[in-house]
């Protein structure tokens, strides 16, 4: 931003304040972008995957664990956004000065990581909603080869993408169109979902908004027992299949979990809101700005949106079988079949089902036809839950909406949504790496580094081509988002101790009640990003993961002790 409009900026929010608090809202409201640059990374393909699942695993159950994330997210945000306002300083350069260059290494590192990784389900999600959603007559199966009609998809989605962050590099015009290109996507989600509800809401079946409002209180049980309401469904298996359905069922629990609160604010986003508040010329004088714009143009969409695709969700397929798995049939007497994916889903449940029943070697020498009969032969309670425990993708989802739009319409509202969340998520998984690479490089924040670096994610493009046809593509959003949670901690515990330095932060530093407030708020954020960090490495590497961070945290220490003998290095 030119040093024009920031000191024009500046008089504008400094005469606002003069004011009142109302010009210095309107202020805040005509100058926000970061913040939704940050609402634009994360209403994409991890938060509307987990949010999803959340709803079709836990129901309602599950309405607060997002909104506590993302509050956590903000927290350390805001923090994030007061040092890097106050000091002027780039933040990787800030932690190796005053922290330890094994976390500012660690953190830049794990971004470069989180944005490659976190590109590959945004393709998907985008290519699964244009073929099964928007343009299915176009690009579906059957109209096309699922080869060519991904190669096409992909490479437009790039090439609008490569437009946009190019645009985004280009000066004050860029910038300017990019915020409202965000602004614009974000809206149009948050408008489409809430409809969603709104219908659902003035449906023949209103929604139980008792049960609504008691899911936004916090119930850490899930993490070890299935939601209550698959309870009637357990209690019909037989009593030594029961813990093989339940260790399923909680299994995927805790990976959407973990997966929801690492999309609510990823590593990567604790690098993109510092580097996009200095390229605006932003300094001390607009702390206020960010945490506003932060809490508006981030939390508010996020709230809405997550909670509306989960209630969603759960009113439509929490404890239900997927049609067309259980010999049901239409109003016409005729079998239902299910939809593209689902069966090879349900036999492969069923398969894990038999396999602890008969040993692994017995169900490895049936033939297909003989699995098929093993399988139609299993207790209707047994195949009712491999039937509820399917993963829908793209398609399904949608057409639960046609019942109350029309399939036209539902697949409208839902491809849309979907497409915006992943294009805008892959375009500021770009911006963000273009600063990455900068910085890696010691460059400045544009010029041709800056678009070469922002050009590494596009290696998500790979993404449609490996992910099995027989999987739901929205799941790829939950093992990628388990691994962005193993690295938030790196983040979070840098600017924890970047906020208590005083060699950095000097006059700038809280004092009192306010340092108080300010760590025993970052505290707890950092520690519930730390608990889902050893709990994923856990459940994945079991103890290989562990002895990876003791040695992260004991090499940090020993550079630690180094630099105090050798203040210099």
Known sequence: MEPSSVESN??????????????????????SGPGWLQSAITLGGGSLATALYLGVLGGFAFLWLQPIAMIMGV??????????????EKPFRAINRHVNPVLGWGWIIATL???????LPQFNLATAATRQNLMPGVFGEGAMSAGTAQTIICLVIAAIAVTFVWSYDSGKKGVKVFDWMLKAVVGMVVISFFGVVVKLANSSDALPWREIWSGYVPNLSLLSKPAASFDPALAAVADNMRDFWTGLIVAQQRDVMIGAAATAVGINMTLLLPYSMLKRGWDKDFRGMAIFDLSTGLFIPFLLVTSCIVIVASSQFHAQPAPGLLGEKDANG????????????????????????????????????????????????????????????????AQSLAPLTGSTVANAIFGFGVTGMAVSTIIVLMLINGFVICEIANKPMH????????????????????WGQAKARFWLAVPTSVFGMVLLPIAYFSFFLLMNSKSLLKENMPTG???????????????LA??????????????TGIWILVGFIALAVIVHFVRKKKPNL
């Open 530 to 543: 730390s608990f889902g960090s050893f709990y994923s490495l856990w459940s994945k590497l079991q103890w």
């Open 334 to 397: 005729q079998l239902i079949k299910p939809a593209g994916g689902l069966l090879a889903q349900y036999k492969g449940l069923a398969t894990q089902r038999l396999t602890v029943e008969l040993g692994p070697d017995a169900v490895v020498a049936l033939s297909p036809e003989q699995l098929d009969k093993k399988i139609a032969d299993l207790p209707v309670s047994d195949r009712r839950m491999a039937a509820m425990l399917v993963k829908r993708d793209a398609g399904q989802l």
């Open 75 to 88: 927290i350390m945000l805001s923090a994030i956004g007061y040092v890097t306002l106050s000091t002027g």
């Open 447 to 466: 010029g041709l580094t800056y678009k070469l670096g922002a050009m590494m994610p596009l290696i998500g493009v790979i993404g449609p081509f490996v």
């Open 113 to 119: 990581l989180a944005n490659c990784v976190w590109s």
């Open 513 to 527: 009640g306010k340092r108080i407030a300010w760590n025993t708020a970052m505290l707890v954020a950092a520690g």
């Open 10 to 31: 500046r008089e504008l929010i400094n005469n606002a304040r003069k004011q009142g608090k109302g010009a210095t809202l309107k202020a805040f409201v005509k100058l």
